[in-house]
Nanobody, 119 residues
Framework: QVQLVESGGGLVQAGGSLRLSCAASGSIIEFNHMGWYRRTAGEQRELVAFITSAGIEYLEDFAKGRFSISKDSYKNLIYLQMNSLKSEDTGVYYC?????????????WGQGTQVTVSS
């Protein structure tokens, strides 16, 4: 069973930065893609960014220019660098990974890490 463990959340002032990390229990090269989602107050969980096995990055519009996603396949880690944080970025950030296709597709989630941005 794959386990994903997030870290790096915390309290930061508006305009500050945080770097989230997600550690996978196994090799991340087996995943089609890995990414970050978040659940902000009163909202459903939403995609923030993902990175494919080929290293292609995708960021949602609200993240472009402020956030970046990267991975270290040797350490089985992915990162979310968040700069110029805003109060509306406050929420729980979840790591996600997917592997396989069709009937053999599997999806995994971490427990989440809290990010709080004070204005």
């Amino acid at each position: 069973q794959v386990q994903l463990v997030e870290s790096g959340g915390g309290l930061v002032q508006a305009g500050g930065s945080l770097r989230l990390s997600c550690a996978a229990s196994g090799s991340i090269i087996e995943f089609n893609h890995m990414g970050w989602y978040r659940r902000t107050a009163g909202e459903q969980r939403e995609l923030v960014a993902f990175i494919t096995s080929a290293g292609i990055e995708y960021l949602e519009d609200f993240a472009k220019g402020r956030f970046s996603i990267s991975k270290d396949s040797y350490k089985n880690l992915i990162y979310l660098q968040m700069n110029s944080l805003k109060s509306e970025d406050t929420g729980v950030y979840y790591c996600n990974a997917e592997r396989g296709a069709g009937a053999k597709r599997s999806e995994y989630w971490g427990q989440g890490t809290q990010v709080t941005v004070s204005s």
